[in-house]
């Protein structure tokens, strides 16, 4: 059941910000996914975070690895293993949103995924995610970058 909190952008916002987190630890350590989403659910403070949000990221980015990494890989300038691991799962869940979640406007999966490259990761990651996914938007988005909206 999703807890939207007081408001449902920002309980989506911080199951982003979650979902990051927990990919990150995934990444770094192969853990099972449901033992980090428990994890995150007994240690975390999630009262404000859309749950269901975050357990569709959570599970739906490393089910969709392949395809993510192959639509990375026509845009990045190096190998992604070789691309810091926050900024990693950060760019995996943009182009998760870009690709699988049309409800929510390329602006909006932009803007998210730079405020949390500024927030985690290095000092011009936040430039580098936002240069590679507005070249994802503009392949897979053209239609709705083109009205504008």
Not at 1 to 10: D, E, G, I, K, V
Not at 89 to 96: E, H, M, N, S, W
Not at 108 to 114: G, I, Q
Request: hydrophobic content about 40%; charged content about 30%.
């Amino acid at each position: 059941m999703a807890n939207l909190a007081l408001n449902p952008q920002h309980a989506k916002r911080r199951a982003r910000r979650s979902a990051m987190q927990a990919l990150y630890q995934w990444q770094l350590s192969q853990q099972n996914l449901k033992d980090i989403e428990n994890q995150f659910r007994v240690d975390q403070d999630m009262s404000k975070v859309d749950l269901d949000y975050f357990h569709h990221l959570l599970h739906q980015v490393p089910a969709k690895m392949d395809e993510l990494d192959k639509t990375l890989n026509e845009f990045i300038d190096r190998p992604i293993e070789e691309i810091d691991p926050v900024e990693r799962a950060i760019l995996r869940i943009g182009v998760f949103e870009l690709l699988h979640q049309l409800e929510t406007p390329y602006k909006v999966v932009l803007n998210e995924a730079v405020n949390l490259a500024k927030q985690f990761g290095g000092e011009d990651g936040h430039k580098y995610i936002n240069g590679i996914l507005d070249k994802i938007a503009k392949d897979c988005r053209e239609l709705e970058m083109q009205a504008g909206l």
